[in-house]
């Protein structure tokens, strides 16, 4: 009987052992992407005002297993001068299903859970639980980057849904 849980403990040990090898041993399993649909930098007179405005997203994921993709993202934006400045933090946790192995030419599904900015009766920005669902399409543009347009649906608190097409963003996939 000893023997028997010696070899099972055994060939469990070598089966976890070998997944977690075969799990990280791609060297593209790691993706940066940024929206440049949304990242801007602007400022402008109007007045006696100076308006600013930061709108940055980024994402992070890692390939946890062949075409599935865990990782996330931030989105920052931020109005300053005028009568009123106001800013919020998106932060979201994903999960994505790529159709194909090879990353850098891949159609992909995502879904995810977060906190969501939406304007509230006050005309001010709230922060609430939201999801968001999507389907995008890589484009190998260099051996590391992509085009990667994608089309997102959010749900955010009282909002009800919303869309998003992303069509500047890139991918560098390491």
Known sequence: MKLLILVILSISSFA?????YSSYSRSDSK???TNFSSG???TKKSGDNTLSILDVTGNFAYLMRDNIQVGGEGHFFSTSGGDKGQSYIELFGFGAYNFDSDLKNSFFVMGGLGTCAFYNKKAEYENKIGFVFGTGKRFSLWSNVSY???LRFYFKGDEGMTYAF???NLS???
């Open 172 to 174: 560098i996939i390491f």
């Open 31 to 33: 993706e940066f992407q």
């Open 166 to 168: 992303h069509f500047l």
């Open 148 to 150: 990667t347009p994608q």
């Open 16 to 20: 976890e052992a070998r997944l977690s």
């Open 40 to 42: 801007v930098f602007y």
